[in-house]
């Protein structure tokens, strides 16, 4: 970030944190598409847009919102993020703290919580990354199994009511070292609730810890239903004409699944991501504990040992953001000299290998594979949060009376979360529309759209004062940008991707 001139503040891309993986992006991506082509595969269009939006995320020659303090008049520009959930580290990173901080605020109730982490045999890895279907039934049935535990684990329920689980799985779809692993951490109350129709407060009862044997009649349960739903699709497969998944995507998934190479590299310079350090140090003490309690059954590997106290929602705020954390971490990411690229992976190999080493084009296969399908949830509710749950709103934590992090000592206006969206239509000021058209009614909705397109916590504290800051206007339009953002003296440049013919 850097000051524009005046008091005007510049919020955009940190060039550093995203150097590396922008810059190969642009370098390759266009010739590994063509790549693609030209083997007769094409990239599905949710891909191609991936990586167009992550070129253009945060920076402020592609569009900005213009955000002013109404406490100290200070003013400055948000560029627009991408929101997307692949390729891009720093939307990734940020979506990680959000849903972490709403998980602990406003969805887990205050009881103990242990984290399941079920991993899933080879065969199965492909078919659950291409199929969001298959990937549901697998989470639900791995819900309803741990459910099932728990439900004889804890005794004394009251009798007559209804014994429920509660659960939040993210999905995710690699592991440590850019390899396609999709598999499922399930953050589980550690017990279950006690559930009445008559509009009482669930009460919760602990379970006892699971032993090995447990863990691995849960698997062997997991396994006995997804052979039956498995048996199932075979049969409707075969009656319906056996559909291929044709779009080019089960090349590079396959791809991505495989072992590829591994060196030792030096990376001096390059660096962790200052908050997984911290995550990791912090939770460290909790897999100590926890050490063993892990079983496999036939390529299923579930691990259970790490739990967290009722009261310790650091802990827990920690944990949730372990489990949300993005596929790609840019800081691990270095360009070799001989134009490979090297990905430090979580736990050194064998023989004391440290990097994944990829050609440009492996490391955008891996990247394009990565990329969830349109309409995957990668976060669930389950069991007494499920959405639907008639006993949710009772458990769920009440919703703070102030902000998490309150703008202390200073002239705060009266203001809501939503107060930019309704109480303000956009101004267009000198500085802003290139049309200067006035903003009509259906401005409403675009306004909200572009609202959502920066990120709330950063875009609206003001550096000045602390107090919040109002969005008053958007810059969507290229004469306008370029306007605002020559006066100030800042690049007016859109990244592009290089084309084959740009020559080297
Ligand atoms: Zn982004
Ligand atoms: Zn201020």
């Not at 998980?103 to 242990?114: I, K, M, S």
């Not at 953001?321 to 971490?329: D, F, Q, W």
């Not at 572009?450 to 800051?469: H, N, S």
């Amino acid at each position: 970030m850097a000051d524009g001139g005046g008091h005007l503040h510049v919020g955009a891309r940190d060039p550093v944190r995203d150097g590396v993986v922008h810059q190969l992006v642009r370098d390759h991506f266009a010739a590994f598409a063509e790549q693609m082509q030209e083997g007769g595969r094409s990239l599905p269009r949710y891909v191609i847009e991936e990586f167009d939006a992550f070129l253009r995320c945060g920076v402020l020659a592609c569009g900005f919102m213009r955000a002013r303090c109404p406490g100290c008049g200070h003013d400055r520009l948000v560029a627009f993020s991408c929101k997307h959930r692949g390729v891009c580290s720093s939307c990734g990173g940020r979506r990680m703290s959000e849903t972490a901080a709403r998980q602990c605020d406003r969805v887990l109730p205050a009881v103990p919580y242990r984290q399941w982490v079920l991993s899933l045999p080879w065969e199965l890895r492909l078919p659950v990354a291409r199929d969001p279907a298959l990937l549901n039934a697998v989470s639900r049935v791995f819900f309803e199994e741990v459910r099932a535990w728990l439900r004889q684990a804890a005794a004394g329920t009251p009798t007559g009511a209804r014994r429920e689980g509660a659960a939040v799985t993210y999905v995710q779809r690699f592991g440590g070292s850019l390899n396609l692993n999709p598999h499922l951490h399930m953050l589980v109350a550690d017990g279950v609730f006690g559930c009445r129709d008559d509009g009482s407060t669930p009460v919760f009862v602990a379970a006892a810890a699971p032993t090995r044997d447990d863990l691995r009649a849960v698997i062997a349960r997991v396994i006995e239903r997804l052979q039956i739903i498995e048996r199932r699709r075979a049969h409707r497969a075969a009656s319906e004409s056996c559909e291929v998944n044709d779009d080019g995507m089960e090349g590079l998934r396959r791809a991505a699944g495989g072992r590829g190479a591994f060196a030792r590299v030096d990376d001096r310079g390059a660096r962790d991501d200052a908050s997984e350090a911290a995550d990791a140090r912090a939770l460290a003490p909790l897999r100590m504990r926890s050490h063993g309690l892990v079983a496999e059954v036939d390529g299923f590997n579930l691990h259970a040992g790490v739990c967290v106290a009722g009261d310790d929602r650091d802990a827990l705020e920690r944990l949730c953001r372990y489990m949300a954390r993005p596929a790609v971490a840019s800081g691990r990411v270095t360009r070799l000299p001989d134009g490979n690229v090297a990905y430090r992976v979580k736990s050194p190999r064998s023989a004391g290998a440290t990097h994944r080493v990829m050609t440009p084009m492996e490391f955008m296969a891996r990247l394009a594979a990565l990329v969830p399908p349109p309409r995957s949830a990668l976060v669930r509710y389950q069991g007494v949060l499920a959405p639907n749950s008639p006993w949710r709103v009772a458990v769920v934590p009440l919703p703070p009376v102030e902000e998490r992090r309150p703008c202390v000592a200073a002239p705060v206006p009266p203001a809501t979360p939503s107060d930019g969206v309704n109480a303000r239509r956009p101004q267009i000021e000198a500085t802003g529309d290139s049309d200067g058209r006035a903003p009509t009614p259906s401005s409403r909705i675009e306004w909200a759209r572009l609202l959502w397109r920066v990120w709330g916590v950063d875009a609206l504290k003001c550096p000045g004062c602390g107090g919040r800051m109002r969005m008053i206007a958007a810059l969507t339009e290229r004469a306008g940008i370029v306007r605002v953002l020559e006066h100030l003296g800042v690049s007016t440049e859109v990244p592009r991707m290089r084309r084959s013919r740009d020559g080297p």
